[in-house]
């Protein structure tokens, strides 16, 4: 399967502005192994696939003739500087998320397909 997803990578990481470092900081992953993705070295796994294009502000959906099916976001918390700045002491308490694990699918796809739709109509065509 070489040359499968190392151009993919590549092309939407840059369609965000991302360097490698960027991209592999906020997904959690080291920049050599993002480096060896793109270049086909190595083979992402279909968590860090998801995880990656889901950084990069993308949805990722597997299509089979009239079937569609989108994957699921990340697990919350995924980001490793998800409080950094650090909060302060009279900044007000996290909101409890509206979407969780228990939220039925039909409604996360609903909510992520509005994420994806207000991303949309905030980027810059190229």
Same mark, same amino acid.
């Given at each position: 399967m070489a040359g499968v997803y190392g151009?993919?990578?590549?092309?939407?990481?840059?369609?965000r502005g991302l360097?490698?470092?960027?991209?592999a900081e906020v997904c959690g992953i !080291?920049?050599?192994?993002?480096?060896?993705?793109?270049?086909?070295?190595?083979?992402?796994t279909a968590a860090t696939l998801n995880t990656i294009v889901v950084a990069c502000g993308y949805q990722l959906t597997a299509v089979a003739g009239?079937?569609?099916?989108?994957?699921?976001?990340?697990?919350? !918390?995924?980001f490793p500087d998800e409080d950094d700045p650090p909060p302060l002491p009279d900044d007000p308490g996290d909101e409890a998320p509206t979407v969780t694990v228990d939220t039925p699918l039909a409604i996360r796809l609903q909510v992520i397909d509005a994420v994806l739709d207000i991303a949309s109509a905030t980027t810059v065509a190229r």
């Amino acid at each position: 399967m070489a040359g499968v997803y190392g151009s993919f990578l590549r092309e939407i990481r840059e369609s965000r502005g991302l360097s490698q470092s960027q991209l592999a900081e906020v997904c959690g992953i !080291g920049q050599p192994n993002l480096s060896a993705y793109e270049r086909d070295r190595r083979v992402p796994t279909a968590a860090t696939l998801n995880t990656i294009v889901v950084a990069c502000g993308y949805q990722l959906t597997a299509v089979a003739g009239p079937r569609t099916v989108r994957c699921p976001l990340p697990r919350v !918390g995924w980001f490793p500087d998800e409080d950094d700045p650090p909060p302060l002491p009279d900044d007000p308490g996290d909101e409890a998320p509206t979407v969780t694990v228990d939220t039925p699918l039909a409604i996360r796809l609903q909510v992520i397909d509005a994420v994806l739709d207000i991303a949309s109509a905030t980027t810059v065509a190229r």
